[in-house]
């Protein structure tokens, strides 16, 4: 079974950087498509960024420029580096997966997500 567990977050003041890690289990899972996703209260769920098996990456126009997916296959980790980070940043963030190498635009594995507080 494939499980993904996020890490990182936390509260950090207007300006800060934050890093999550979603470690993943699962033969081989890692190596396709990931990404992390936010969703905050009263708000609609929204992709943050995805790096396919390929590596390659998009990004919200909302994060890019401040936020960086990468994934390290040896640890069979995805991370989220984040910085400059704003109020609205405040999120609860979830670590997503599917078994393509390219992103198709569905997820079918989730983790339980990491809070992200940022305050102003």
């Known amino acids: 079974q494939v499980q993904l567990m996020e890490s990182g977050g936390g509260s950090v003041q207007a300006g800060g950087s934050l890093t999550l890690s979603c470690a993943a289990s699962g033969l081989g899972f890692s190596t396709y498509c990931m990404g992390w996703f936010r969703q905050s209260p009263g708000k609609e769920r929204e992709e943050v960024a995805t790096v396919t098996g390929y590596g390659f990456t998009t990004a919200a126009d909302s994060v890019r420029g401040r936020f960086t997916v990468s994934r390290d296959h040896a640890k069979n980790t995805l991370y989220l580096q984040m910085n400059s980070l704003k109020p609205e940043d405040t999120a609860m963030y979830y670590c997503?997966?599917?078994?393509?190498?390219?992103?198709?635009?569905?997820?079918?594995?989730w983790g339980q997500g990491t809070q992200v507080t940022v305050s102003s």
């Open positions: 997503a997966a599917d078994g393509y190498k390219f992103c198709r635009g569905r997820f079918d594995y």
